[in-house]
């Protein structure tokens, strides 16, 4: 298989893993407020808010298995996750004061969904 095929792939199962866990969040009663969002320090998958004011940060990874899923998410990406978090709470009306969580969604290669809430070195 060729790299850019490969690639194409990659991308569209990481959007599926994304759409299965959004679909998750939706079904608990959470409002997706953003997909891929960009700032400087990098990229969220997911944003939403819970019924109160509180801002759900969720980083997405699939793979074969649960665990393999949770190994990707490196501490520098951690970092990077809670930098940008901290750029989208500069958008919102309290700012640093937002109710806020950082979560991990991991999907398998069966589809299924696991989410480790307040997930920030926890994994």
Known sequence: MNKTL????A???GANAEFQVAADYTRRGHRLVAQRWRSKAG???L???????????VEVKKARNFSDAARRISARQQQRICLAAEEYLGTQPRGALTP?????AFVNGFGE???????IGDF
Not at 47 to 57: K, S, Y
Not at 113 to 119: S, T
């Open 6 to 9: 490969t690639g194409k792939l």
């Open 11 to 13: 991308h569209l199962a």
């Open 43 to 45: 990229e969220v998958d």
């Open 47 to 57: 944003i939403f808010n819970n019924d109160g004011d509180e801002v759900i940060f």
């Open 100 to 104: 806020m969580r950082v979560d991990a």
């Open 113 to 119: 969904v696991h989410i480790l809430e307040n997930a």
